[in-house]
Every structure is written in C-alpha cells, then in structure tokens.
C-alpha cells in the first residue's frame, strides 16, 4: 500500500508564490516517477510537472519558467515551488506516484490565486 500525504495549499495574490510538498510512504519500488496534477473546475486533471528517479523534470508549457520540482529520493518527497502565480493556477493539485506501470494519488490541496 502506498500513501501519499500532501500539504502547502492555501490563498495568494496573482504575482505571489507558494510552495507544495509531497510525501510518499509505504511499499515504493525505484526507479519511480513523481509528478504533480492540477484539476480545475469543469476541467480535466492535467500533468504539471513530473520528475523521475533520476533524470530532467518535465514540466507544462504552461508553468515551464515560474514552477520547479525538486524531489528527495532517501525520503520519497517531491516539492512544487511556484512563483509568478496567475489566476489561471488555481485549482487542486495532486501529488501523484508512478511505478510498474501503476499510479497512486494524494487526496489533493487547494491552490487559489486571486486577482
């Protein structure tokens, strides 16, 4: 079993940053995948930005130069710094884990950015 624990959510002003972390415990295999997902109102969860056990990150074209993810192996976190937030941000973000070809998923933080 596999949990995944999410935490930094909240409100901030459009320009503003926030920061999400992630932690992951139970039975996790490498190498792995961790990711972040964001699903908005009437939306689609969409990938945010995504980083392997070793390797480049990945991120939306939509976040590439404002967002960064981190991750810590020994302790099976991974971070989301986003800076320069925009309306557009808000949403719920979900920490997401990735391994033999299964997906497990954080309950999910609330980002709002107002304008």
């Known amino acids: 079993q596999v949990q995944l624990v999410e935490s930094g959510g909240g409100l901030v002003q459009a320009g503003g940053s926030l920061r999400l972390s992630c932690a992951a415990s139970g039975t996790i295999f490498s190498p792995n995948s961790m990711a972040w997902f964001r699903q908005a109102p009437g939306k689609q969860r969409e990938l945010v930005a995504s980083?392997?056990?070793?390797?480049?990150?990945n991120y939306a074209d939509s976040v590439k130069g404002r967002f960064t993810i981190s991750r810590d192996n020994a302790k099976n976190t991974v971070l989301l710094q986003m800076n320069s937030l925009e309306s557009e941000d808000t949403a719920v973000y979900y920490c997401?884990?990735?391994?033999?070809?299964?997906?497990?998923w954080g309950q999910g933080t609330q980002v709002t950015v107002s304008s």
């Open positions: 997401n884990i990735n391994f033999f070809g299964r997906n497990y």
């Open positions: 980083i392997p056990s070793t390797g480049r990150p």
